[in-house]
C-alpha cells in the first residue's frame, strides 16, 4: 500500500502500472508466436524447398501477423527465434549457426533489423489504436453518466444515485463515495468495505489520492474550485487520468447541485409554510370579525343617532356592548398579529421611508382613538430617511400610542418624538401616567404580561410583546424608561435607509 | 338628508340585515346581494349610485367582483375589508374600488365614507381648458364622463374625473397630496397617498397615450403631482 501526496503524478504512475500489468503477454501468446515460427521452419526445410530468401520474406510476414495480434514483446521474442531458425536451416552451412558467406551475415543482420522494426511499428500502431478504442470507451461512457446524473431522480438522495450511475456505466465492481457534506458514504457495488470509510474521509480532508495496487483500488478527493467536498474510492479502474479527473468533476458537479437543490427545497417548504400559516390567520380573522362588524355597526349607529333619544340607561348599556366589542376586536386583532409575526418568521417588506410620514400614518389609524386627547408631534421632516417595513413601524407606535392613552389619565399629554441619534433614527412615545414600577419594567415586553391595578386589565398583554418581535425583526432595540409617579418614556430605534438601502 | 341607492354585497346575513336596516334609517335605498354573481346580477337591472362590497366572500371574491362591476359599469365602490394590509387596501384600490373600511367599522364612518364617495366636485372643468386638452388629442365627454385618446375611448368613475378635473383647473401647478385628497375625497382624508398612487395610475391608463411614460399627469417626488397642459 502506498499514500502518496501530489496526486496528479501520481495518479498517473498508478495508472501506468496497471497499464503495463494488463498488457504484459501471457505465456501462451508467446508459445503460439513462437509455434507459428517453427510451423514455418518445419514447412520449408522438411516439406518445400525454397531459396533462403523467400523463406525470410515467409518470417517476415508471420512476423507481422504476430505484432499486429500480439504485442511488442511477442514479436520480438518471435523476430529473434526466425532470425536463428534462418541462420541454422537456411543459411550455408546448413545445421550451424556459424555462417560461411559474409553475404549472408548482411542479409541476416537486415532480415533481424527489418523483422524488429516491423514489429515495433505495428506494435505502436496497435497499441494506439487500442487507446483510441479506450478513450472512445472512456468518452462514451463519461457522456452516458453525465446524461444520467442530469435526469436523476429528484426524490432519491443524489449521492446514491451519484454511485450507482457509476459503477453502473463503468462497470467498476465497486464504487464508493464519501459525501464530506453530509459526512455520508454511499455504496455501490458487490462488495462492502467497512474498514475503508477512515481512508476514504482521510483523502477528503487532506485532498490526497490513496492507492492500493493489490486490490486495484483507487481513492481520489473530489474537488470544487480547489475545495475538498468528498472522495471517491473505486475499484478495478482502468480509466486514463484525463477521464478519471472528467469522472471527479462530474462528481463534483452532482454533489454540488444536489446541495443547492436541497436549499431550494427548504426555502420553498419555509415559503409555503408561511403562506399556508398568513392564508389560515387571514380565515380567523374573517370568521372573528365579521360578527364583530355587524354588533359595531348597530351599536354605533345606535348611539350617533340623536334621534333614537335613547333613555340614558339604555344609551350606558349599548355603550357598554360598544366597549366591549372594540376590546374584542382588538384581542383578535392583537392575537393575530402577535401569531403572524412570532418567532420572527415572517418576510420583512423593507422600504424607504420617511419618520414624519410612518408617524403621521400611525396617528391617522388611531383617529377614533385619539379624540379628545392632547397629543403633541415632534416628527422634523428633515429627519433622514429609514430602511422599514412601513407597516409594521407603524404598528409598533399605535402600540405604544395606545398604551400611552390607556395607562394614563385622560386629561394628560401624550408626545411623540421622533430625533436622529448616533447614525441611527429615535421615535419615542411619551405620557404622564403614573409610570412603571422598576421590577416591572423588565417584564413588560413579554407576552400576556400586564401591569398590576385593575386599569391594566384594559390592555390585551399583546401590544408590547409585538412591539418587540418587530424590532427584533428589524435587528433595532425597544425600551422604556419610566418613573413611578412621573410617567413613562417608550423608544425605539431604527436603521439609516443609506445604510439598509446599499444591502 | 342624503339620498341614493346603495347595493350591498357580503356573504354575512347579520351584516347585510344591520346595514339594511341602518343605511335605510339614514335615507338610502338599499338593496342586498348574497354574493359577487347575485350582486352582478342585480347591479344590471337598476341604477345604483354606490355598491358595499364585501372583499372576502366564497365563490367569486370581492377583488374579482369589483374587477367585472368597473369592467361594465362606473358605479361608485366602497370596499369592505377585515384586513388592515397595505397590500389588500392597494389590491382593492386596484381592482377599482373609490376607498375601502376596515371590518368592523363604525356606522358613523362609513356613512361618512358613503358621504364622501358620492361627494362630487362643484365645478366641472373649464371649456377653453378642455378645447387646450382636445388640441393635444384626449377628448372629454361632460355629460357621460367618456374620454377618447387616439380613438381609443374609455369611462371615467366620479371620483377619476373629479381628481382629473381638479388637476386639470390648475394644470402646471404642483398640487400637493393633502390638498388632492381633501379636495377630491373630503376634509377627513390627507394622508392617504395610496388612494393617489392608485387613482393617479388608473387616470394615466386612460388619459396618456403612453402610460408608463406620462406627458400630462406629472409625478413631483415627495410633493404631488401637476397636470401638464401644453401650449395649443
Not at chain 1, 349 to 372: N, T, W, Y
Amino acid at each position: 500500500m502506498t499514500q502518496i501526496s501530489g496526486s496528479g503524478l501520481s495518479e498517473r504512475r498508478f495508472l501506468s502500472r496497471l497499464f503495463l500489468k494488463q498488457v504484459l503477454p501471457s505465456s501462451g501468446r508467446i508459445i503460439a508466436a513462437l509455434s507459428l515460427i517453427a510451423a514455418i521452419t518445419f514447412v520449408f526445410y522438411r516439406l518445400l524447398h525454397v531459396n533462403a530468401t523467400t523463406t525470410g520474406l515467409c518470417y517476415l510476414v508471420a512476423i507481422l501477423i504476430i505484432a499486429t495480434s500480439g504485442g511488442l514483446i511477442e514479436s520480438t521474442i518471435a523476430s529473434l527465434a526466425a532470425m536463428l531458425c534462418l541462420n541454422y536451416f537456411f543459411l550455408p552451412p546448413i545445421g550451424t549457426l556459424t555462417i560461411a558467406d559474409p553475404e549472408n551475415w548482411v542479409a541476416l543482420f537486415a532480415f533481424l533489423v527489418t523483422s524488429l522494426t516491423a514489429s515495433q511499428l505495428s506494435a505502436r500502431a496497435k497499441r494506439r489504436t487500442k487507446e483510441a478504442v479506450d478513450r472512445q470507451y472512456e468518452i462514451e461512457r463519461l457522456y452516458s453518466l453525465s446524461r444520467a446524473l442530469l435526469l436523476t431522480d429528484a426524490t432519491k438522495p443524489m449521492p446514491k444515485q451519484v454511485v450507482q450511475q457509476i459503477a453502473q456505466a463503468f462497470e467498476f465492481p465497486a464504487v464508493i463515495l464519501y459525501d464530506r457534506h453530509r459526512d455520508e458514504i454511499h455504496h455501490a457495488g458487490e462488495e462492502d468495505m467497512p474498514e475503508l470509510e477512515e481512508r476514504l474521509r482521510q483523502v477528503a480532508l487532506r485532498s490526497t489520492v490513496f492507492l492500493d495496487s493489490e486490490r486495484g483500488l483507487t481513492i481520489t478527493p473530489v474537488r470544487l474550485g480547489g475545495r475538498p467536498i468528498g472522495s471517491l474510492a473505486i475499484r478495478g479502474s482502468s480509466l486514463s487520468d484525463a477521464a478519471l479527473q472528467s469522472l471527479l468533476n462530474l462528481v463534483a458537479i452532482g454533489l454540488e447541485r444536489a446541495l443547492s437543490q436541497e436549499a431550494v427545497n427548504r426555502a420553498e417548504v419555509a415559503r409555503q409554510s408561511e403562506e399556508l400559516k398568513s392564508t389560515l390567520l387571514d380565515a380567523i380573522a374573517h370568521e372573528f370579525k365579521t360578527p364583530l362588524t355587524s354588533i359595531k355597526a348597530v351599536t354605533t349607529d345606535l348611539l350617533s343617532d340623536p334621534s333614537h333619544d335613547l333613555p340614558r340607561h339604555q344609551r350606558e348599556l349599548i355603550t357598554i356592548a360598544a366597549e366591549g366589542t372594540d376590546r374584542l376586536s382588538r384581542l383578535v386583532t392583537d392575537a393575530i398579529q402577535l401569531a403572524r409575526i412570532e418567532g420572527g418568521k415572517f418576510t420583512l417588506h423593507r422600504e424607504i421611508h420617511f419618520p414624519s410620514s410612518l408617524v403621521s400614518a400611525a396617528l391617522r389609524q388611531m383617529k377614533s382613538l385619539i379624540d379628545g386627547r392632547e397629543i403633541t408631534v415632534s416628527a422634523p421632516d428633515d429627519l433622514p430617511a429609514v430602511w422599514v417595513d412601513a407597516e409594521l413601524i407603524q404598528m409598533v407606535i399605535t402600540h405604544l400610542l395606545e398604551n400611552g392613552l390607556k395607562y394614563s389619565p385622560s386629561g394628560s399629554p401624550i408626545s411623540i418624538n421622533a430625533r436622529s441619534s448616533e447614525g441611527r433614527v429615535l421615535i419615542c412615545v411619551t405620557d404622564q401616567g403614573p409610570g412603571i414600577a422598576e421590577d416591572e419594567q423588565s417584564r413588560i415586553f413579554d407576552k400576556f404580561y400586564r401591569g398590576k391595578g385593575e386599569q391594566n386589565l384594559k390592555g390585551t398583554g399583546m401590544g408590547l410583546a409585538i412591539a418587540r418581535e418587530i424590532m427584533d425583526a428589524h435587528g433595532e432595540q425597544i425600551w422604556v424608561v419610566s418613573k413611578e409617579g412621573e410617567g413613562s418614556e417608550f423608544c425605539f430605534s431604527l436603521p439609516l435607509a443609506r445604510q439598509g438601502g446599499s444591502e | 338628508m342624503s339620498t341614493g341607492r346603495i347595493l350591498v354585497i357580503d356573504d354575512d346575513p347579520q351584516i347585510r340585515r344591520a346595514m339594511r336596516t341602518s343605511l335605510t334609517a339614514h335615507d338610502y335605498q338599499v338593496t342586498d346581494a348574497r354574493n359577487g354573481e347575485e350582486g352582478l346580477e342585480k347591479l344590471r337591472s337598476a341604477g345604483f349610485d354606490l355598491v358595499l362590497l364585501d372583499m372576502n366572500m366564497p365563490g367569486m371574491g370581492g377583488v374579482e367582483t369589483c374587477r367585472l362591476i368597473r369592467s361594465s359599469s362606473e358605479v361608485a365602490i366602497i370596499m369592505l375589508t377585515v384586513s388592515n394590509a397595505e397590500k389588500d387596501k392597494v389590491g382593492a384600490l386596484d381592482a377599482g374600488a373609490d376607498d375601502y373600511v376596515t371590518k368592523p367599522f363604525s356606522m358613523p364612518e362609513l356613512l361618512a365614507r358613503i358621504r364622501a364617495t358620492l361627494r362630487r366636485l362643484p365645478q366641472p372643468p373649464d371649456q377653453t381648458e378642455l378645447r387646450r386638452l382636445a388640441s393635444q388629442g384626449v377628448e372629454i365627454d361632460l355629460s357621460s364622463r367618456q374620454i377618447t385618446v387616439r380613438g381609443r375611448t374609455s369611462h371615467l368613475t366620479a371620483k377619476e374625473f373629479d381628481l382629473l378635473s381638479y388637476l386639470l383647473a390648475r394644470h402646471d401647478k404642483t398640487i400637493t397630496h393633502r390638498e388632492l385628497l381633501q379636495a377630491v375625497w373630503g376634509p377627513d382624508y390627507g394622508d392617504e397617498l395610496e388612494y393617489l398612487r392608485v387613482f393617479v395610475n388608473r387616470l394615466r391608463k386612460k388619459i396618456e397615450p403612453d402610460p408608463s411614460k406620462p406627458q400630462f399627469l406629472i409625478t413631483e417626488a415627495w410633493a404631488g403631482y401637476r397636470f401638464h397642459l401644453p401650449k395649443s
